[in-house]
């Protein structure tokens, strides 16, 4: 089993940064890609940030967060700059993992993020 814990999340204005950690743990797995989805209020989950062979953003974040991972460390980071009041959500770690043979899709238990104008 493979338990992906997130950190880092809480309340900023407008303006400021935070950064996300996610830390995958278990046993017997490799990690095919990480990245980071957000849910807000009434709204569907959608991608922010994945790293896999390559890295892609959701055009609304571009230019402002980062994601990157430690791959020995099988964690997985997003530095989000120059918040804005929209960002405001529930972040989750995603992770595509091999186990064994198998690609199993991993979800953390969700940090939020208050963006305060």
């Known amino acids: 089993q493979v338990r992906l814990v997130e950190s880092g999340g809480g309340l900023v204005q407008a303006g400021g940064s935070l950064r996300l950690s996610c830390a995958a743990s278990g046993s017997r797995f490799s990690i095919n890609a990480m990245g980071w989805y957000r849910q807000a209020p009434g709204k569907q989950r959608e991608l922010v940030a994945a790293?896999?062979?390559?890295?892609n953003y959701a055009d609304s974040v571009k230019g402002r967060f980062t994601i990157s991972r430690d791959n020995a460390k099988n964690m997985v980071y997003l530095q989000m700059n120059s918040l804005l009041p929209e960002d405001t959500a529930v972040y989750y770690c995603n992770a595509v993992i091999w186990m064994g043979l198998t690609l199993t899709t991993h979800w953390g238990q969700g940090t939020q993020v208050t963006v305060s104008s």
């Open positions: 790293s896999g062979s390559g890295t």
